[in-house]
């Protein structure tokens, strides 16, 4: 690349950071209640060096943490004197232009052509996010995992044309990080790449790729399932068969309105020049794959391997390198009609970004903390670790800033406990609130509305209220 390319792919991954940052330019704290749970297991790990039970209930009962190397790299970043609660708006934005970045040299290892490369960054920022489909907006493993998959199939690649044991090394070494921080992508990424070696017919020259998955996650299944109380073979074949409801809210979504009509429009030309080149069939089989377990799931309410609304993200995904080829097929017959070109360009920019921030009724965000719930947080972070009773959304905080316990909270990637109980304590009278408390061993009432019940005792009143139980 020369200065004018590297400064133009400079500017594009700026805009990236910009984009998936920007629902946090009036909001400082984490935006998806997976976040916190996220960070309470990574504070978990820190502070009682424990990844396999659940942070946020005193007992901490057994949960097998299929996702270490997430909590991992997070308790890193605690470890390196960063606030989490509050450094965490960063992380979307980050990995979002990291993603970028290696789908660049992805597309243009692939393509060669630096423009063609470039209309894929502009593809990948305008996928959408929302709290049921989750994306680029907020932080998990499945967004971490988008980096390591392009990266994956960079190496893949590399290792087939360099004959390189270096590179079948770090590419082997990139499936391994992956599978602890996201072990679905790590599946999804085996089953494209044995798909397409079966279809290269190129089996025997890469069998160590083929082999190593496999019995790669029997061995941590036994080491993160030994203590579990049901026989490994059950907990496998709930993983296998997802039925309807694994979101808890289940959005059907169409996936030309998803992407939006003009950038899948793009996608499905993107076929033909896909096909055509050896290496972009990787995107048709990741396509056609992705649409097959859609198609199970819509037609017959359950999912094979994947949840539906991660394939229906992985399915966005393959769509991204297809478009941007797609869109290059298509100049590469109008581009004598120069005048057309930048009117083209514009119109497929405005129709890919048009309604990016228009969100299902459904996934709106919510802000699970506000500037007084965090300091009321932080003053009960003075105190010894005790239970703490505090409202929905709110109680998903509670051990990530705080350290204290709560009976229920709200449900995502750690189950929610007893919140039908949280939910009867805020709604009820003062003797529902006195019987509740009387149950659990709580020591602090955290409230966004001051309490008029006197066997509570206020001892905080700085925009939220904290009362001794």
């Known amino acids: ?35 916190y749970h996220h960070i309470a297991k990574a504070v978990n790990f820190i502070e009682n060096k424990e990844l396999n039970t659940i942070p946020n209930y005193q007992h901490q009962p057994y949960s097998p943490n299929l996702e270490p190397g997430f909590t991992i790299f997070l308790s890193l970043l605690a470890f390196a004197k960063l606030d989490l609660i509050l450094f965490y708006k960063f ?33 990948f920022a305008s996928l959408k996010s929302n709290i049921n489909l989750h994306g680029l907006w907020f932080f998990t493993p499945l967004t971490f995992a988008i980096s390591l998959i392009f990266l994956f199939f960079f190496l893949f690649f590399k290792t087939l044309d360099k004959k390189s044991n270096k590179f079948l090394v770090l590419t082997i070494l990139n499936l391994v990080l992956l599978l602890t921080i996201h072990p679905t992508s790590a599946v999804l990424v085996y089953i494209i790449t044995f798909l397409y070696l079966l279809i290269k017919k190129d089996f025997k020259k890469n069998i160590l790729l083929l082999v190593i998955l496999p019995p790669l996650i029997m061995f941590l299944l036994l080491i993160l399932l030994k203590d579990a109380q049901h026989p490994i073979i059950n907990l496998v074949l709930d993983w296998l068969i997802l039925e309807e409801g694994w979101g808890y809210i289940e959005i059907k979504y169409l996936l030309p309105t998803l992407y939006n009509l003009i950038p899948f429009l793009l996608a499905m030309i993107g076929l033909y020049p896909a096909i055509k080149n050896q290496k972009s069939r990787i995107f048709v089989i990741w396509f056609l794959l992705t649409i097959f377990f859609i198609f199970i799931f819509n037609n017959y309410q359950f999912s094979l391997i994947f949840p539906y609304q991660r394939v229906l993200y992985y399915s966005l995904l393959s769509l991204v390198p297809l478009s941007a080829l797609g869109l290059f097929f298509i100049l590469s017959y109008i581009k004598k009609y120069k005048a057309m070109v930048p009117v083209f360009l514009i119109l497929i920019g405005v129709f890919t970004f048009y309604n ?114």
Do not use: W
């Not at 020369?2 to 400082?28: A, E, G, R």
């Not at 980050?94 to 209309?119: E, G």
């Open 1 to 35: 690349m020369n200065l004018l390319q590297k400064l133009i792919l400079i500017s594009f991954l700026v805009s990236v950071f910009l984009l998936i940052y920007s629902p946090h330019f009036s909001y400082k704290y984490p935006l998806h209640v997976d976040e």
């Open 91 to 123: 992380l979307p934005a980050i990995f979002a232009a990291l993603a970028a970045f290696i789908l660049f040299h992805l597309m243009h290892y692939i393509t060669k052509n630096f423009y063609l490369s470039i209309s894929s960054i502009i593809f």
């Open 356 to 469: 990016y921030y228009d969100l299902p009724k459904q996934s709106q965000l919510y802000h699970v903390l506000d500037d007084n719930d965090y300091n009321a947080l932080i003053f009960l972070k003075q105190s010894p670790p005790e239970m703490i009773l505090a409202p929905l959304p709110q109680s998903a905080a509670v051990y990530p800033v705080s350290r204290h316990y709560v009976i229920g909270m709200t449900q995502a990637n750690i189950l929610g406990g007893e919140k039908e109980k949280v939910k009867e304590f805020y709604d009820g009278d003062c003797e529902t609130k006195q019987n509740i408390l009387k149950s659990y061993p709580i020591g602090y009432v955290l409230s966004k509305n001051k309490l008029e019940c006197n066997f509570l005792k206020e001892v905080y009143d700085e925009g939220d209220y904290i009362y001794e139980a």
